[in-house]
């Protein structure tokens, strides 16, 4: 049975960091892309930050470029977003999803997320 678990979400002040990590298991976690998405209230779920199956490549949205890094611990089948200088427009509900490393598109297993609020 594919589970992804997220936790480390909470409430923070504007400036200030939170780590949130993503436990994995029933898949080879190895073997996959892993990813943090978010929605907002109000808006459509969007795309935050990658790492690959391969040589550990990193991908970010614009938005949370120099803010934020996601990290992958293959031996520990988990997933950390260290988020710093968090900003009010960071609130939302945080997801973390894994596809098959090499493929693109739809992602094929997805966490039941985790809320992050930064207040101003």
């Known amino acids: 049975q594919v589970q992804l678990v997220e936790s480390g979400g909470g409430l923070v002040q504007a400036g200030g960091s939170l780590r949130l990590s993503c436990a994995a298991s029933?898949?080879?976690?190895?073997?996959?892309?892993m990813g943090w998405f978010r929605q907002a209230p109000g808006k459509e779920r969007e795309f935050v930050a990658r790492?690959?199956?391969?040589?550990?490549?990193?991908y970010y949205t614009d938005s949370v470029k120099g803010r934020f890094t996601i990290s992958r611990d293959n031996a520990r089948n988990s997933v950390l977003l260290q988020m710093n200088n968090l900003k009010p427009e960071d609130t939302a509900v945080y997801y973390c999803a894994a596809r098959r490393g090499g493929s693109a598109g739809e992602y094929d297993f997805w966490g039941q997320g985790t809320q992050v609020t930064v207040s101003s």
């Open positions: 790492v690959s199956s391969t040589f550990d490549s990193t």
């Open positions: 029933g898949f080879t976690f190895s073997t996959y892309d």
